[in-house]
């Protein structure tokens, strides 16, 4: 598939090639070569096995935490690991996501695990196989507020694009953490996202909870200007992550290797990323618009690349977001947080 058809599909018409599972118990081991540059972007593609698994992968190309996933693609990772990765771009509900990955439609996908912890909970045959970075949702108050600090937002209204957004749902939990009643204390009011700006100008609301790029371009934007009171990386978050990675409990059964080597060509492309940001950021703007090389760069920044939690550590943040969500309300009152986590966790590396 050419970069312009994957660049260009939707979830909806991706099925599953009816020879991928034949193909899948011939996935060849992680390989563990060094990686070569070609003008620091290139991997050398001598490295990559002579056969490749076919494998779809569901992601939002508009996500710029996403960027190492094109990097994977674009500099030939996947292959080195022996996968033909296609990218299909996806936008739709995250039930619906998760739905196409339990049924065998796209054999993965990446997502915010607060948008993911609740439907898991419901029963999908998925499961979580590693955490990808930390730090791409924020929570802002309009300066001229003169709000610096979260516990200042008492009484306040709260700007967000959905009330079952993951920043809406995280952000509770630290407003909760911090002493703030999320229900009582505060008010969400929910604005399409380009309004959230001129909501905070207009006085209708103090602060905004939302996801990078789209807040840091009302930012980027606004004459008066935003102070920024916390991220999902903030405090006792500062190690954990918020994009993950879920594939099929089926496909996971029948051939753990190749999720193994998925997860091993993410974990190889958010490392060269972390080192590479120029030529990260060149590659990325093949896949988005609106946003120039300097304002990825300054986006990079803003986020912990390292931050590709696999194994007890993820199994660990993911019960410790059981916990959160459960205290909030979000999860049944009846989750036990371990066993939760034991479910829809799955050790990979």
């Known amino acids: 598939m050419s970069h312009k058809d994957s660049a260009s599909s939707t979830l909806s018409s991706t099925l599953v090639n009816p020879r991928r599972r034949a193909l899948l118990a011939a996935v060849p081991a992680v390989l563990g070569a060094p990686l070569l540059g070609i003008d620091g972007m290139a991997f050398a593609q001598a490295a990559a096995p002579a056969r490749l698994t076919p494998f779809s992968f569901a992601w939002n190309q508009t996500s710029f935490c996403l960027t190492p996933i094109a990097v994977a693609k674009e500099t030939g990772i ?26 065998g439609k796209s054999d993965a996908a990446v997502g915010m695990i607060y948008r993911w912890l609740k439907p898991l909970e419901a029963g999908f045959d ?24 979260v516990e200042e937002l008492r009484g306040k209204t709260i700007g967000v694009p959905d009330l079952g957004a993951p920043s809406t749902h995280f952000f509770k939990v630290y407003l909760h953490k911090a002493g703030i009643d999320p229900e009582k204390d505060v008010t969400w009011r929910v604005y399409q996202r380009d309004l959230l700006g001129l909501a905070a100008e207009k006085g209708e609301i103090q602060a905004i909870a939302d996801t990078d790029p789209l807040l840091y371009k009302i930012e980027r934007d606004s004459k ?25 409990g089926k496909l996971l059964r029948e051939n ?5 080597a998925l997860t091993r060509s993410l974990v190889d492309a958010y490392d060269w990323t972390s080192q590479h940001i120029d030529e990260s950021a060149k590659i990325f703007l093949k896949y988005t618009t609106n946003i120039t090389f300097e304002e990825l760069k300054e986006l990079y920044a803003t986020l912990n690349l390292h931050n590709h939690s696999v194994g007890a550590d993820l199994h660990d943040e993911i019960a410790g977001y059981a916990k959160d969500f459960k205290d909030l309300g979000v999860l049944k009152a009846s989750t036990d947080p371990v066993k939760y986590a034991d479910h829809v966790f799955e050790k990979v590396l």
Do not use: W
């Open 78 to 103: 996947f292959e080195k690991n022996g996968l033909d990765v296609s990218l299909v771009n996806y936008s739709g509900s995250t039930d619906q996501l998760l739905e196409a990955i339990a049924t």
């Open 224 to 248: 008066a200007g935003f102070t920024e009171l916390a991220t999902n990386a903030s405090g006792e978050y500062h190690n954990r992550t918020c994009c993950v990675v879920g594939v099929g």
């Open 256 to 260: 753990k290797p190749v999720v193994t």
């Open 126 to 149: 998925v499961k979580v196989v590693a955490g990808l970075h930390g730090g791409c949702m924020r929570l802002t108050a309009y300066k001229p507020t003169g709000i610096t600090k």
